[in-house]
């Protein structure tokens, strides 16, 4: 079965002074202009394209790949801004269109957003649309605590940010947990803290447990000797300044710190926290 907005591999029917024609099954034969056309695809009777509509919502393939594909995400840049909608670069001759009803905010000239690439079935032409969560959260979230998964921030509200996990559901990361700033569209690596009954997600940017201050712990290290083994900071330092120095929160510096000490890895001094010679 042909799919629009997917990668295919189809049959030559025939060739023209336009190109060859492929067989695109229950959608008919389907052009793939002369440009496209190799000599190994004529041996082999048959070619991998991409299949989306032109100017002229005639069905055609290509060998050129898009930046997205129909049912994935991607953050692409606006083109052209238009009477009906905004147009994106998607790496295709023919620009991808979001209608204005599929925006969540008007979208500008010049920036990115990330967007869900979809097939309107009545007309076959490939969209986009900024309203992300209706594509997400369609399967059983299966994940563990403190499981690490990757995020893209997609929104902010008062209680915090909402993130889609791994493209394929949508989870919050609350504001009194995160430590360091976040923008709309950053993507970074997170971790699951809970999965509640109603199936919404909770997240946090910091590895839980032990795990979670033995990478601090390793970090600090590391500052520590980049910095001739000295540093002035301290469990006394504010909240702000640990932030700025180690992008996380006081507590999990403290934690890191003793544990960095009880290990005669680091000295206390009177004046911030000195990396212990080795005999």
């Known amino acids: 079965m042909t799919e629009i907005g997917k990668i295919n591999t189809l049959d030559i029917v ?7 024609y492929l067989d695109g099954g229950e959608l008919g034969e ?8 190799t000599d190994e695809m004529k041996a082999a009777g048959k070619a991998e394209v991409f299949v989306y509509t032109d100017s002229e919502d005639r ?5 050129e790949k898009p930046l997205a594909k129909v049912g994935e995400l991607a953050c692409l840049e606006v083109k052209q801004v238009t009477n009906v ?8 001759p023919k620009d991808l269109l979001v209608p204005y009803r599929e925006q969540r905010e008007r979208m500008e000239v010049g920036k990115s ?3 869900h690439v979809f097939l309107d079935l009545l007309s076959n032409r490939i969209a986009a649309t900024t309203k992300l969560q209706k594509y997400l959260d369609n399967t059983p979230p299966e994940y563990n605590p ?4 990757d995020l893209i921030i997609f929104d902010e509200t008062d209680l915090g940010y909402k993130a889609i996990i791994n493209r394929e559901h949508t989870g919050m990361l609350y504001k009194n947990q995160v430590f360091k700033e976040l923008r709309i569209g950053d993507v970074t690596r997170g971790f699951i803290a809970k999965v509640r009954k109603d199936e919404k997600i909770d997240l946090m940017l910091e590895k839980p447990g032990y795990g979670k201050v033995d990478d601090i712990s390793a970090k600090i290290l590391k500052e520590l000797k980049n910095n001739r083994g000295f540093m ?29 000490y009880k290990k005669r890895l680091i000295s206390f001094e009177s004046d911030g926290i000195k990396l212990v010679e080795e005999d």
């Open 232 to 260: 002035a900071v301290s469990d006394k330092s504010s909240p702000d300044m640990i932030q700025a120095l180690f992008g996380i929160s006081k507590k999990t510096f403290k934690q890191a710190i003793g544990g960095l």
């Open 59 to 63: 069905l055609v393939a290509t060998t």
């Open 146 to 149: 403190g499981q690490e998964v």
């Open 30 to 37: 389907i052009l793939m202009p002369q440009k496209f056309v």
């Open 14 to 20: 025939r060739e023209t002074g336009n190109g060859v």
């Open 113 to 115: 957003y990330w967007v």
């Open 85 to 92: 909608g905004a147009f994106l670069d998607w790496g295709l």
